[in-house]
């Protein structure tokens, strides 16, 4: 079965217009990000059982926390940082979820023992709380590109992997080369798309991030869960997680809009490949 995510932050900050947007494109599932303009990290428990009552109410199961944990200099106090993946292990729980995305840490190109050193410790922080830690490639980060991330995965027992197309590209990896060393080894899989020479987003297979292969890898056997990162339009909170600028090839009137053609994108795709919609995603 394949499962479909979605960060609806970019569709509305209110988690009432996420909740819109999710079921009106079948999406049951929620990587949480950011709710009435704040990020996950700051949420305070208080807060997180409410939005997870209401989430629970309108039938959407959360499947990550898309954290940003690992989105600072690997100078940085650390120990400080480690206390930010405790706050966000316990709002895990809270969500009902037991997965959490992270990064790997920017200026970290020449510290990679301390990167792994502090993945390693991050990751036991997170095993005491029945959480498990997903590693995303993403630009400046230590592990942005093919030959980095296989390192990391390498030396970092009990990490586990997000493979996000479009950011490889936008840090000039192949995506014929990536899909081939690291599908089998992801977990599950952030869907943007980019047009690789000009590093414009577009919904997905409109770009060079072979979204249509990817999708064709994966075994009708297998459960695996597509979580829909559309980046077609800036949207609340873009600045606190991406310092860059977003360039789109096309335009839209809403973040509602942005969304559904995002979704609806995705969703041409998975049937293109024989799946039907069923309860709780797709099956062929």
């Known amino acids: 079965m394949i499962r479909l995510s979605a960060f609806a932050d970019e569709a509305s900050p209110s988690l009432d217009g996420q909740i819109a ?4 494109n079948g999406i049951d599932y929620l990587e949480i990000r950011g709710v009435n303009g704040e990020n996950i ?3 305070s428990f208080e807060n997180a059982r409410i939005y997870a009552d209401q989430l629970a109410e309108a039938g959407i199961k959360v499947w990550s926390i898309g954290s940003p944990i690992g989105k600072v200099k690997i100078s940085s106090d650390l120990e400080e940082h480690r206390n930010k993946l405790r706050h966000i292990c316990e709002l895990a729980k809270i969500f009902g979820t037991d997965k959490v995305r992270i990064f790997s840490f920017f200026e970290a190109y020449e510290c990679e023992d301390k990167v792994f050193s502090e993945l390693s410790e991050m990751v036991k922080i997170a095993a005491e709380y029945g959480v498990g830690l997903y ?3 993403e630009k400046h980060i230590y592990g942005d590109t093919l030959e980095r991330v296989l390192r990391i995965m390498d030396r970092v027992e009990g990490l586990k992997l997000v ?11 192949d995506s014929e080369k990536t899909l081939e060393a690291l599908h089998s080894r992801t977990d599950y899989f952030h869907i943007k798309d980019v047009i690789s020479e000009t590093r414009t987003l577009v919904p997905a297979g409109h770009g060079d991030g072979r979204i249509d292969e990817l999708i064709a890898r ?4 297998e459960d695996k869960t597509l979580t829909l990162e559309p980046h077609l339009k800036v949207f609340k909170g873009y600045a606190e997680i991406d310092a860059t600028e977003m360039k789109n090839k096309f335009e839209y009137a809403t973040n ?5 053609a995002a979704a ?5 795709l998975i049937k293109a490949q024989g799946y039907k919609k069923v309860e709780g ?4």
């Open 281 to 284: 995603g797709y099956n062929k």
């Open 264 to 268: 609806q994108a995705l969703i041409s």
């Open 218 to 221: 994966i075994s009708p056997d």
């Open 41 to 43: 990290l700051n949420i």
């Open 135 to 137: 590693h995303e490639n």
């Open 163 to 173: 493979y996000d197309p479009a950011n490889f590209l936008e840090v000039g990896e």
């Open 256 to 260: 509602d809009d942005a969304f559904d």
């Open 21 to 24: 947007a999710m079921k009106r």
